[in-house]
Nanobody, 124 residues
């Protein structure tokens, strides 16, 4: 079972920035599609951002486009979510998601693996 290790959550004031990290524990030569979802209290989990296996396509939710950037790390199957100009409505648990085959499955909330989540709290 592959584990996804997430870090970087925390408490920040509105307008501030945070950088989330996700690393897959599996040592493989394959490159996976990677992405982030979030779940606010009392709401359903929603898509935030994703990057395809070949990095050719990057996807963002409309609510974060222009403020958040997803990127890959130098180590295979690591990813970052740089979050700038954070708003109170960005508060929630952020989950890393990884799919072995396609970014489409990931975006459909059917990835191969889910992370445990990291809390992001934005105060007004």
């Amino acid at each position: 079972q592959v584990q996804l290790v997430e870090s970087g959550g925390g408490l920040v004031q509105a307008g501030g920035s945070l950088r989330l990290s996700c690393a897959a524990s599996e040592h493989t030569s394959s490159t996976y599609a990677m992405g982030w979802f979030r779940q606010a209290p009392g709401k359903e989990r929603e898509f935030v951002a994703a990057i395809a296996r070949d990095d050719a396509n990057v996807y963002y939710a409309a609510s974060v486009k222009g403020r958040f950037t997803i990127s890959r790390g130098n180590i295979k199957n690591t990813a970052f979510l740089q979050m700038n100009n954070l708003r109170p409505e960005d508060t929630g648990v952020y989950y890393c998601a990884v799919d072995r085959l396609t970014v489409d499955r990931l975006r459909a909330q059917k990835p191969t693996w889910w992370g445990q989540g990291t809390q992001v709290t934005v105060s007004s």
